[in-house]
């Protein structure tokens, strides 16, 4: 029954709108295009079939509709911002081929790692440094940190269970919030943050470069990591203070990873030149996936990445077919007038108040609304547009609105259990229980709330943001 009606539900709110009477304002054009996006974002969150292949459905049943041509249903695959996607999933599956993250991880725990706070916020230094070279935030946590985080445990006896909370719950709670963070912080550390800012080239007109990002969220981002780990030690403890032992052994599993082979030294220098070329993409005038392809091209040349490895990065493939179909829906969604219509009648709401309240009241239900979704770039697709509008229609300044919801866009991760791909490779190792989840995801968002909307702001305003 439940198959069944994860295709009737999207099929018939979709007809439904196509058959309503085009509100006045719009062309029928438009109001038919919603009707078509309103029923894809449905199967995104019922995913009656894999999203790639509804967003290939959806692109179909465009055409044969006559409501976009076929060319125009393909546009969003010209998108450099996705090409950044896919580049970026290719550096990912470096880290991970060559060990270099596993290695970054080891020498931060060995370095720090004498207590569970201690420990806590090597793992947490360990996801921020490969963040910028890692969109995949499901593979950061589930591939990298996970695992090591996991292994810890198990060598401190701590497992689900009994034993959970000795150490194990707590650094499971540290390494899944932290990841919330530094998801948020860079343009390339979310699939969903490219998403973003070509939604905000091609709804506002307005440019978010990888540098702008990256230092309007490095700090209210660092502080949050150092935060996070604290609030968290003291509502959620750990039973095990100390960790010198294992601190000894993880030095002697770096020991015995030998010196940096080649294909880390060639990982880790692409890495760097990439986030200098990223950072002084202002005054070098490279773009940002020329820079990423140019990452790629060297460690293919230098047989780090086989072809074999490109043409099997499942995830950036299917990032690109899902995420350039819903380039093109909301690009012509609002080159059809759709968006600037829902801004403006959406924004009679707010009308009358003053840009900071209306600009708070967007924020608090853009995050808390995430309790619907399980994925951050559906919620991006479906509200991300249409709150950043309506908060420029009451006078937010246009930057500020783009980035802050942006940001907010990866912090409501911290909610639920099932709210972004990290979330149920650390809920199901079993540690911590569904309802202590839930209460420590909600505390989380207050935290971020507090931190980056208050320090966030003043920072952003240092910035000329606002």
Not at 129 to 148: D, H, W, Y
Not at 213 to 238: C, E, N, Q, S
Not at 258 to 271: A, C, I, R
């Amino acid at each position: 029954m439940k198959k069944y009606l994860s295709w009737l539900i999207p099929i018939v709110v979709g007809l439904i709108i196509w058959f309503s009477p085009t509100p006045e304002g719009l062309k029928p054009q438009a109001w038919h295009l919603f009707a078509i996006f309103a029923g894809t974002i449905l199967g995104f969150i019922l995913q009656p079939l894999p999203i790639g292949a509804l967003s290939i459905i959806s692109i179909v049943v465009a055409s044969m509709t006559s409501t976009l041509k076929i060319e125009e249903g393909l546009s969003g695959f010209a998108n450099s911002a996705i090409w950044l996607i896919v580049a970026a999933f290719l550096f990912s599956r470096g880290f991970i081929k060559t060990g270099l993250g596993k290695r970054i991880a080891y020498t931060l725990i060995s370095a720090v790692g004498s207590s569970s706070l201690k420990l806590s916020y090597a793992l947490v230094i360990s996801d921020l440094v490969l963040s910028p070279a890692t969109p995949s935030n499901t593979a950061r946590a589930g591939g990298v940190i996970f695992p090591i985080t996991r292994s810890l445990a198990a060598a401190f006896g701590s497992e689900p269970g009994s034993t959970a909370r000795k150490i194990g719950a707590y650094l499971i709670q540290v390494i899944y919030q932290g990841n919330t963070i530094t998801s948020a912080m860079f343009m390339t550390s979310m699939a969903g943050n490219t998403l973003v800012a070509s939604l905000v080239a091609a709804s506002f007109g307005l440019q978010i470069s990888w540098g702008l990002w990256a230092i309007a969220g490095i700090v209210p981002g660092v502080v949050a990591l150092i935060v996070m780990p604290l609030v968290l030690y003291k509502l959620y403890p750990p039973e095990m203070k100390d960790t010198r032992e294992i601190q000894q052994m993880i030095k002697k599993e770096l020991h015995d990873l030998g010196p940096m082979s080649m294909g880390e030294k060639v990982m880790l220098g692409v890495f760097i030149l990439s986030l200098i070329l990223w950072a002084t993409g202002q005054f070098t005038h490279l773009d940002a996936t020329t820079v990423a392809l140019l990452g790629v091209s060297i460690l293919m040349v230098t047989r780090v990445l086989e072809w074999k490895d490109v043409t099997e990065e499942k995830g950036g493939w299917d990032t690109l077919i899902w995420m350039g179909t819903m380039m093109a829906l909301a690009s012509y969604l609002t080159k059809l007038g759709f968006i600037p219509w829902f801004a403006k009648l959406v924004g009679a709401e707010v009308a009358g108040m003053s840009w900071i309240v209306a600009f708070a009241i967007l924020i608090l239900v853009y995050t808390y609304a995430h309790y619907l979704f399980a994925s951050l770039t559906v919620h991006i697709t479906a509200m991300y547009v249409v709150f950043v509008a309506v908060a420029i229609g009451a006078g937010t300044p246009p930057f500020l609105a783009c980035l802050a919801f942006a940001f907010f866009s990866n912090l409501c991760m911290s909610l639920t259990h099932y709210a972004a791909g990290p979330s149920p490779v650390c809920f199901n190792a079993g540690y911590v229980p569904q309802n202590t989840w839930w209460r420590l995801g909600f505390i989380a968002s207050v935290v971020n709330l507090v931190i980056w909307l208050g320090l966030g702001s003043a920072w952003w305003k240092v910035l000329g943001l606002w």
